[in-house]
């Protein structure tokens, strides 16, 4: 399982919807829908400032992270964006591996 953040912001129609449900109705039903694709949700957290809400979720993979942002993208009660987020042991494994590079003009 790989690790997701879902950043997103409310439409005019998802804010009517989650003053209708609550806060914690529509973390229930994104939690539904992570689970849908075979993944947990793990962090859940409203904000102010650029984005309204965080999802951090584990997911079988990319597919099922495009899926889940197409999904709720198409539905317009969101603009969604995904980062990928790695572990500090993905880095090292990273750095530890041997790239060969060559510096433009070098």
Known sequence: ???YMFRASYTQ???KGLIAEG???RREALRQTVESVGGTLEGFYYAFG???LYLITDLP?????LSLSLNI???G???VSVTVLLTPETVDE???QGVSYRLPGA
């Open 13 to 15: 129609s998802g804010l």
């Open 23 to 25: 806060g914690t109705g």
């Open 77 to 79: 009660a969101l603009t």
């Open 73 to 75: 993208a198409a539905a």
């Open 94 to 96: 990273a750095v530890a």
């Open 61 to 65: 993979d990319e597919t099922a992270a």
């Open 50 to 52: 650029e984005n309204d």
């Open 1 to 3: 399982m790989a690790k």
